[in-house]
């Protein structure tokens, strides 16, 4: 059984910052590509940064210069700091990976998680 779980979400000021974090679980054997997505209520889910298995990066304009993507490979965790937050900001995000994981002694290369996402509020 393999899992992701974000955390650190959280109702910050505008302006105040929040690291989120997306940890894989389970019998990994390898996480590939993993992203961290958003939406808002009533609004389309929003690919906000995406990094590769070699620490390869993508971010969406709308928060270029403000978060930044990084994994840390030997914990199979994934981040998303964030800072100079706006209330447009306000959303759950969502980690979402790609997973080779063992189930019994066969391996599943490439399988596509995603977590169960984080509340991140931005308001005064």
């Known amino acids: 059984q393999v899992q992701l779980v974000e955390s650190g979400g959280g109702l910050v000021q505008p302006g105040g910052s929040l690291r989120l974090s997306c940890a894989a679980s389970g019998s990994i054997f390898a996480v590939n590509a993993m992203a961290w997505y958003r939406q808002a209520p009533g609004k389309g889910r929003e690919l906000v940064a995406s990094i590769s298995s070699d620490g390869r990066t993508t971010y969406a304009d709308s928060v270029k210069g403000r978060f930044t993507i990084s994994r840390d490979n030997a914990k199979f965790t994934m981040y998303l700091q964030m800072i100079s937050l706006k209330p447009e900001d306000t959303a759950v995000y969502y980690c979402?990976?790609?997973?080779?994981?063992?189930?019994?002694?066969?391996?599943?290369?490439?399988?596509?998680?995603w977590g169960q996402g984080t509340q991140v509020t931005v308001s005064s």
């Open positions: 979402n990976a790609d997973l080779a994981y063992y189930k019994g002694s066969l391996l599943h290369r490439d399988d596509n998680y």
